[in-house]
């Protein structure tokens, strides 16, 4: 069973996406992200969370971090650059597109995905490591 962890600064949102990857068979833990926690990735630090998942969906807000102008994206492929990756970029305006570069692994879903759709972009992130 693939293990999944959404990480998504808004909690409904989150969790419906949490909800549509279990019914679709993946293991799913859920995380608000630097926003609301004190989040050890941004300190160059290895996260519980980050290492029991297999795969990594992200809101691209949540990768943004203007706290000392770093951004959260930069940081998680710094630790985890291995680590299949799925930036979810539901109403992102023009620019907050750069928070990470497209490269093998990481895939991007612009627009609020569907089920399935988040499940394609997750099998495509496994299938290019």
Same mark, same amino acid.
């Given at each position: ?12 949102? &989150?969790?419906?996406?949490?909800? $549509?990857?279990?019914?679709?068979? =993946? $293991? ?15 300190? /160059? ?23 000392? &102008? ?9 630790? =985890? $650059? ?7 970029? /539901? &109403?992102?305006?023009? &620019? ?14 612009? /627009? ?10 997750? #099998? #495509? $992130?496994? /299938?290019?490591?």
């Amino acid at each position: 069973m693939t293990r999944a962890l959404v990480v998504h600064h808004l909690p409904a949102v &989150g969790s419906d996406e949490v909800v $549509a990857l279990r019914t679709l068979g =993946y $293991a799913v833990e859920q995380c608000r992200g630097p926003a609301t926690c004190d989040c050890p990735v941004v300190h /160059g630090r290895s996260c519980p969370l980050v290492e029991r998942a297999d795969v990594l969906v992200y809101d691209v807000v949540g990768l943004r971090l203007e706290r000392d &102008g770093r951004e959260l994206g930069a940081e998680l492929r710094a630790l =985890y $650059a291995d680590k299949p990756l799925v930036v979810v970029a /539901g &109403g992102a305006e023009p &620019g907050a597109l750069e928070a990470i570069e497209p490269s093998d692994g990481v895939v991007w879903l612009r /627009g609020v995905p569907a089920a399935e759709r988040l499940s394609l972009g997750i #099998e #495509e $992130a496994l /299938g290019d490591r």
